[in-house]
Nanobody, 125 residues
């Protein structure tokens, strides 16, 4: 089992910055991919970014590429999502998720077995 707890959401000014944190516990993460997803009411959960714990390789959704940065801290078992120049359309509940490492990095929420409770991010214009 992997337990995930997000923090750092809230009200953010458009064009500003914010950092979401995800604290992971329960198992060693060396064989996991750690992803951030987001969801707005009435829409499906969508992929934002993922980091492969073993290598640090990252992959981003086109909508956030160049604005968001995902990173991990091995010593603290933390995953971060740094949001720069957020836009009102980035408003959503953001979720941290974990998936056992496979040959490919998955961007589908269906592949992820462990989820945090989510944190609301509201970007004001």
């Amino acid at each position: 089992q992997v337990q995930l707890v997000e923090s750092g959401g809230g009200l953010v000014q458009a064009g500003g910055s914010a950092t979401l944190s995800c604290a992971a516990s329960g198992r060693t993460l060396s064989n996991y991919d750690m992803g951030w997803f987001r969801q707005v009411p009435g829409k499906e959960r969508e992929f934002v970014a993922v980091v492969r714990w073993s290598t640090g390789s990252t992959y981003y959704a086109d909508s956030v590429k160049g604005r968001f940065t995902i990173s991990r801290d091995n010593a603290k078992s933390m995953v971060y999502l740094q949001m720069t120049s957020p836009k009102p359309e980035d408003t959503a509940v953001y979720y941290c998720a974990a998936d056992r490492e496979n040959f490919y990095v998955s961007t589908s929420p269906k592949e992820y077995n462990y989820w945090g409770q989510g944190t609301q991010v509201t970007v004001s214009s």
